[in-house]
């Protein structure tokens, strides 16, 4: 059994004129928003034994505020994870050991959305709000048996969900 953890980016200042993309940092709300999606995840999963980052800074400052929580995970930033596509994500996941049984990528709209959307067998996903968290389990060994439409057991948390 595999369980995945896809989580959206936290909420960004928008890029000043001459600023690149790739350092977006997060707004206080996002920085808010993001810290507590990670106590919410602590307190309802289990440990995940990796996490996956994009490089950019808004990703790596979400990243950053889960690990928080998994003070024995190490944060992994991959660049194929920057404005990823869902079959390069796919790709990144695919290639994971594994040992690794829980697995968490951060990431961005819209791939992050359409990926939770392709792997989910038991409910549509049709857009992850910034800071939302989408967890599926998958009844497979390895992670190169990963297979659209199979995963199961899907929790779909956001920062204005009413817990």
């Known amino acids: ?9 936290a909420q960004a200042d928008d890029a000043p004129t001459g600023q690149r993309d790739w350092d977006r940092p997060l707004t206080r709300r996002g920085q808010a928003d993001a810290a507590t999606m990670a106590k919410r995840m602590k307190d309802q999963l289990s440990n995940p034994d990796s996490i996956l980052s994009s490089p950019a800074v808004r990703t790596r400052q979400t990243a950053e505020l889960f690990t928080k929580q998994f003070p024995k995970i190490s944060l992994k930033i991959d660049e194929e994870l920057y404005l990823a596509s869902p079959k390069q994500m796919l790709s990144v996941i695919l290639a994971q050991d594994n040992a690794t049984r829980h697995l ?10 359409e990926l939770a959307d392709e792997l989910s067998q038991e409910r549509r996903i049709e857009g992850m709000p910034t800071a939302s968290v989408v967890t599926m389990e998958f009844d497979i060994d390895s992670w190169q048996e990963l297979l659209p439409v199979s995963g199961t057991n899907v929790e779909f948390d956001y920062p204005q969900r009413a817990t």
């Not at 059994?1 to 980016?9: G, Q």
């Not at 990528?105 to 959305?113: A, C, D, Q, R, T």
């Open 1 to 9: 059994m595999k369980r995945l953890t896809l989580i959206r980016h």
């Open 104 to 113: 968490v990528l951060v990431g961005h709209n819209p791939g992050i959305s």
